[in-house]
Protein backbone atom coordinates (compact mmCIF):
# COMPACT_ATOMS: atom_id res chain seq x y z
CA UNK A 1 0.00 0.00 0.00
CA UNK A 2 1.74 3.11 -1.03
CA UNK A 3 2.24 5.62 2.43
CA UNK A 4 -0.47 8.51 2.93
CA UNK A 5 0.66 11.21 1.52
CA UNK A 6 0.45 13.77 4.55
CA UNK A 7 0.33 17.59 5.27
CA UNK A 8 1.27 19.25 8.39
CA UNK A 9 0.00 22.44 9.37
CA UNK A 10 2.13 24.35 12.18
CA UNK A 11 6.28 24.33 12.73
CA UNK A 12 6.68 24.75 16.80
CA UNK A 13 8.77 22.50 19.02
CA UNK A 14 6.14 19.85 19.03
CA UNK A 15 6.07 19.49 15.51
CA UNK A 16 9.33 19.37 14.68
CA UNK A 17 10.39 17.04 18.13
CA UNK A 18 6.96 14.77 17.61
CA UNK A 19 5.01 15.14 13.84
CA UNK A 20 7.38 16.04 11.61
CA UNK A 21 9.60 12.66 12.40
CA UNK A 22 6.30 10.11 13.05
CA UNK A 23 4.84 11.60 9.63
CA UNK A 24 8.45 11.18 7.67
CA UNK A 25 9.38 8.00 8.65
CA UNK A 26 7.12 5.37 7.36
CA UNK A 27 5.95 3.15 6.35
CA UNK A 28 2.40 4.23 6.29
CA UNK A 29 2.67 7.58 5.61
CA UNK A 30 5.16 10.81 4.27
CA UNK A 31 5.05 13.71 4.90
CA UNK A 32 4.47 16.06 1.58
CA UNK A 33 5.09 19.43 3.25
CA UNK A 34 4.60 22.01 5.96
CA UNK A 35 2.47 25.81 6.16
CA UNK A 36 3.16 27.49 9.03
CA UNK A 37 2.99 30.89 9.99
CA UNK A 38 6.63 31.36 10.56
CA UNK A 39 8.19 29.63 7.13
CA UNK A 40 11.87 30.25 8.55
CA UNK A 41 10.80 27.48 11.42
CA UNK A 42 8.67 25.30 8.52
CA UNK A 43 11.91 25.39 6.66
CA UNK A 44 13.82 23.54 9.14
CA UNK A 45 11.74 20.11 8.65
CA UNK A 46 13.43 19.78 5.06
CA UNK A 47 10.22 18.91 3.10
CA UNK A 48 8.66 21.60 0.73
CA UNK A 49 7.47 24.88 2.68
CA UNK A 50 3.84 26.28 1.33
CA UNK A 51 2.88 29.60 0.89
CA UNK A 52 -0.51 29.39 1.14
CA UNK A 53 -2.17 26.75 3.03
CA UNK A 54 -4.90 26.14 -0.19
CA UNK A 55 -1.43 25.15 -1.75
CA UNK A 56 -0.12 22.17 1.14
CA UNK A 57 -4.15 20.92 0.50
CA UNK A 58 -3.41 20.50 -3.07
CA UNK A 59 -0.56 18.20 -1.98
CA UNK A 60 -1.65 15.94 -0.05
CA UNK A 61 -4.61 13.73 1.03
CA UNK A 62 -4.62 14.02 4.76
CA UNK A 63 -3.39 16.83 6.84
CA UNK A 64 -2.11 16.64 10.67
CA UNK A 65 -2.39 19.57 12.96
CA UNK A 66 0.28 20.75 15.70
CA UNK A 67 -0.85 24.38 16.17
CA UNK A 68 -2.93 26.08 19.48
CA UNK A 69 -6.16 24.98 19.62
CA UNK A 70 -7.72 28.24 18.31
CA UNK A 71 -6.01 27.88 15.42
CA UNK A 72 -7.03 24.29 14.81
CA UNK A 73 -10.19 24.75 15.07
CA UNK A 74 -10.33 27.81 12.20
CA UNK A 75 -7.86 25.80 9.78
CA UNK A 76 -9.33 22.08 10.36
CA UNK A 77 -12.62 23.54 9.09
CA UNK A 78 -10.78 24.57 5.88
CA UNK A 79 -9.42 21.35 5.76
CA UNK A 80 -12.39 19.30 5.91
CA UNK A 81 -14.29 21.43 3.29
CA UNK A 82 -11.44 20.75 1.21
CA UNK A 83 -12.01 16.91 1.55
CA UNK A 84 -8.74 16.04 3.36
CA UNK A 85 -8.93 13.36 6.53
CA UNK A 86 -7.61 15.24 9.71
CA UNK A 87 -5.15 14.26 12.32
CA UNK A 88 -5.94 17.00 15.09
CA UNK A 89 -4.45 17.22 18.79
CA UNK A 90 -6.08 17.34 21.43
CA UNK A 91 -7.86 19.20 22.84
CA UNK A 92 -10.34 19.53 19.34
CA UNK A 93 -10.74 23.68 19.93
CA UNK A 94 -10.23 26.31 22.23
CA UNK A 95 -13.85 26.59 23.08
CA UNK A 96 -16.92 24.34 23.24
CA UNK A 97 -18.88 26.47 20.52
CA UNK A 98 -15.30 25.96 18.00
CA UNK A 99 -15.11 22.35 18.72
CA UNK A 100 -18.75 21.99 17.83
CA UNK A 101 -17.59 23.74 14.90
CA UNK A 102 -15.18 21.74 13.37
CA UNK A 103 -16.44 18.54 14.59
CA UNK A 104 -19.63 19.93 12.82
CA UNK A 105 -17.77 20.69 9.21
CA UNK A 106 -15.76 17.04 9.73
CA UNK A 107 -19.05 15.50 9.80
CA UNK A 108 -20.72 17.07 6.88
CA UNK A 109 -17.46 16.80 4.74
CA UNK A 110 -17.81 13.32 5.13
CA UNK A 111 -14.02 12.97 6.01
CA UNK A 112 -12.02 10.78 8.38
CA UNK A 113 -10.60 12.30 11.48
CA UNK A 114 -8.47 10.96 14.20
CA UNK A 115 -7.35 12.62 17.54
CA UNK A 116 -3.95 12.24 18.86
CA UNK A 117 -4.19 11.29 22.14
CA UNK A 118 -1.38 9.15 22.56
CA UNK A 119 -1.75 7.52 26.20
CA UNK A 120 -4.31 5.33 24.31
CA UNK A 121 -1.91 4.32 21.18
CA UNK A 122 0.70 3.02 23.91
CA UNK A 123 0.59 -0.72 24.10
CA UNK A 124 0.93 -0.65 28.00
CA UNK A 125 -2.18 1.56 28.07
CA UNK A 126 -3.91 -0.99 25.96
CA UNK A 127 -3.03 -3.46 27.85
CA UNK A 128 -4.34 -1.40 31.51
CA UNK A 129 -7.39 -1.20 29.74
CA UNK A 130 -8.34 -4.75 28.70
CA UNK A 131 -7.36 -5.58 32.26
CA UNK A 132 -10.15 -3.21 33.60
CA UNK A 133 -12.65 -4.85 31.78
CA UNK A 134 -12.03 -8.01 33.24
CA UNK A 135 -12.26 -6.76 36.84
CA UNK A 136 -16.07 -5.39 37.24
CA UNK A 137 -14.08 -1.82 37.73
CA UNK A 138 -16.09 0.63 40.02
CA UNK A 139 -13.78 3.29 40.63
CA UNK A 140 -10.36 4.64 39.93
CA UNK A 141 -7.84 7.81 40.45
CA UNK A 142 -5.79 9.66 38.18
CA UNK A 143 -2.76 12.13 38.60
CA UNK A 144 -0.62 14.22 36.25
CA UNK A 145 1.73 16.73 38.20
CA UNK A 146 4.45 18.75 36.31
CA UNK A 147 5.77 21.74 35.84
CA UNK A 148 5.20 22.22 32.27
CA UNK A 149 3.67 25.87 32.50
CA UNK A 150 7.44 27.13 34.87
CA UNK A 151 9.96 28.75 33.01
CA UNK A 152 11.09 28.58 29.63
CA UNK A 153 9.55 24.86 28.81
CA UNK A 154 9.00 24.19 25.72
CA UNK A 155 5.16 23.38 26.33
CA UNK A 156 5.08 27.25 28.54
CA UNK A 157 3.09 28.29 25.51
CA UNK A 158 0.64 31.32 25.35
CA UNK A 159 -2.22 29.18 25.55
CA UNK A 160 -1.31 26.82 27.56
CA UNK A 161 -0.38 29.50 30.27
CA UNK A 162 -4.03 31.12 29.69
CA UNK A 163 -6.17 28.16 30.34
CA UNK A 164 -3.82 25.77 32.28
CA UNK A 165 -3.80 21.69 33.06
CA UNK A 166 -7.27 21.48 32.34
CA UNK A 167 -7.43 22.01 28.65
CA UNK A 168 -4.07 21.00 28.20
CA UNK A 169 -3.67 17.26 29.62
CA UNK A 170 -7.06 17.41 30.64
CA UNK A 171 -8.12 15.31 27.26
CA UNK A 172 -5.63 12.71 28.09
CA UNK A 173 -6.54 11.82 31.56
CA UNK A 174 -10.36 12.65 30.94
CA UNK A 175 -10.01 10.19 27.53
CA UNK A 176 -8.45 7.18 29.69
CA UNK A 177 -10.75 7.46 32.76
CA UNK A 178 -13.50 7.34 30.46
CA UNK A 179 -12.12 4.44 28.53
CA UNK A 180 -11.54 2.47 31.50
CA UNK A 181 -14.35 3.58 33.61
CA UNK A 182 -17.10 3.69 30.96
CA UNK A 183 -18.46 7.08 29.65
CA UNK A 184 -18.43 10.13 31.57
CA UNK A 185 -21.89 11.09 32.46
CA UNK A 186 -21.05 14.07 35.22
CA UNK A 187 -18.13 16.10 36.39
CA UNK A 188 -17.90 18.34 39.61
CA UNK A 189 -14.79 20.54 39.33
CA UNK A 190 -12.94 22.61 41.98
CA UNK A 191 -9.17 24.28 42.62
CA UNK A 192 -7.71 26.73 39.68
CA UNK A 193 -6.90 25.59 35.85
CA UNK A 194 -3.97 27.67 36.31
CA UNK A 195 -2.68 26.37 39.93
CA UNK A 196 -4.29 22.63 41.34
CA UNK A 197 -7.44 21.44 39.65
CA UNK A 198 -9.53 18.28 41.08
CA UNK A 199 -12.24 16.59 38.75
CA UNK A 200 -14.74 14.07 40.03
CA UNK A 201 -15.84 12.05 37.00
CA UNK A 202 -18.91 10.06 37.36
CA UNK A 203 -19.37 6.98 34.84
CA UNK A 204 -22.29 5.32 33.47
CA UNK A 205 -22.69 1.77 35.12
CA UNK A 206 -22.31 3.43 38.26
CA UNK A 207 -18.01 4.37 38.71
CA UNK A 208 -16.55 6.76 40.21
CA UNK A 209 -13.06 8.58 39.55
CA UNK A 210 -11.28 11.28 41.07
CA UNK A 211 -8.04 13.40 38.78
CA UNK A 212 -5.86 15.82 39.85
CA UNK A 213 -4.23 18.08 37.22
CA UNK A 214 -1.64 20.83 37.97
CA UNK A 215 1.57 22.00 35.36
CA UNK A 216 3.12 24.75 37.62
CA UNK A 217 4.47 22.13 40.53
CA UNK A 218 8.20 22.28 41.46
CA UNK A 219 11.11 19.85 42.33
CA UNK A 220 11.63 16.49 41.20
CA UNK A 221 7.73 15.40 40.25
CA UNK A 222 6.42 11.68 39.76
CA UNK A 223 5.17 10.65 36.76
CA UNK A 224 1.54 10.37 35.43
CA UNK A 225 0.10 7.77 37.41
CA UNK A 226 -3.52 6.06 36.73
CA UNK A 227 -5.10 3.20 38.73
CA UNK A 228 -8.36 1.44 38.88
CA UNK A 229 -9.95 -0.92 41.54
CA UNK A 230 -12.98 -3.34 40.38
CA UNK A 231 -15.22 -5.99 42.36
CA UNK A 232 -12.41 -9.18 41.43
CA UNK A 233 -8.57 -6.96 40.67
CA UNK A 234 -6.99 -3.64 39.81
CA UNK A 235 -5.13 -2.50 37.43
CA UNK A 236 -2.36 0.06 37.42
CA UNK A 237 -0.84 1.72 34.50
CA UNK A 238 2.92 1.82 35.28
CA UNK A 239 5.31 4.55 33.55
CA UNK A 240 6.06 3.49 30.35
CA UNK A 241 9.05 5.15 27.96
CA UNK A 242 7.93 3.39 24.31
CA UNK A 243 6.81 5.87 21.76
CA UNK A 244 3.34 5.58 20.65
CA UNK A 245 3.69 7.67 17.59
CA UNK A 246 4.29 5.05 15.13
CA UNK A 247 0.79 3.62 15.97
CA UNK A 248 -0.51 6.45 15.84
CA UNK A 249 0.88 7.01 12.17
CA UNK A 250 0.13 3.49 11.17
CA UNK A 251 -3.91 3.67 12.26
CA UNK A 252 -4.24 7.29 11.02
CA UNK A 253 -3.12 5.71 7.89
CA UNK A 254 -5.38 2.60 8.42
CA UNK A 255 -8.29 5.19 8.72
CA UNK A 256 -7.95 7.28 6.24
CA UNK A 257 -7.72 4.37 3.99
CA UNK A 258 -10.84 3.39 5.32
CA UNK A 259 -12.52 6.84 5.02
CA UNK A 260 -12.71 6.76 9.06
CA UNK A 261 -13.99 4.29 11.97
CA UNK A 262 -11.45 5.56 14.68
CA UNK A 263 -13.16 5.36 18.27
CA UNK A 264 -10.85 8.79 18.52
CA UNK A 265 -12.11 10.62 15.94
CA UNK A 266 -13.63 14.61 16.54
CA UNK A 267 -17.01 13.47 17.77
CA UNK A 268 -14.48 11.46 20.36
CA UNK A 269 -12.88 14.98 20.99
CA UNK A 270 -16.17 16.87 21.04
CA UNK A 271 -17.55 14.91 23.92
CA UNK A 272 -14.13 14.93 25.80
CA UNK A 273 -14.10 19.00 25.46
CA UNK A 274 -18.06 19.58 26.69
CA UNK A 275 -16.89 17.42 29.26
CA UNK A 276 -14.19 19.85 29.95
CA UNK A 277 -16.29 23.11 29.07
CA UNK A 278 -18.23 22.00 32.01
CA UNK A 279 -15.72 21.63 34.64
CA UNK A 280 -13.81 25.27 33.38
CA UNK A 281 -17.40 26.69 34.00
CA UNK A 282 -17.89 25.48 37.24
CA UNK A 283 -14.06 26.65 38.04
CA UNK A 284 -14.78 30.32 36.62
CA UNK A 285 -14.93 32.80 39.57
Request: glycine share 6%.
Given at each position: MEPVAVGLVGAGPWAEMAHAPMLSRGPHTRLAGVWARRPEAAARLGVP?????????????????????AVQAE??????????????????????????????????????????????YAPQARTFLARCGDIEAFGGHAANISGALLGDHH????????????????????DLLDAALGRVSGVRAHGDPLGWTGLLLEHEGGAVSEASLCMSAVG?????????????????????????????AEEFAATVRNGGGHPLDAAHGLRLQRIIAEAERQLAP
Open positions: VYERIEELFDACEAVAFCVPPLGVLAARAGKALLLEKPLADSLANAERLAGAIAEAGVASQMVLTLRFATPWRRERGALLDVGPHVIDLPPATFAVYGRTGNAVLMPFDDDPLEVV
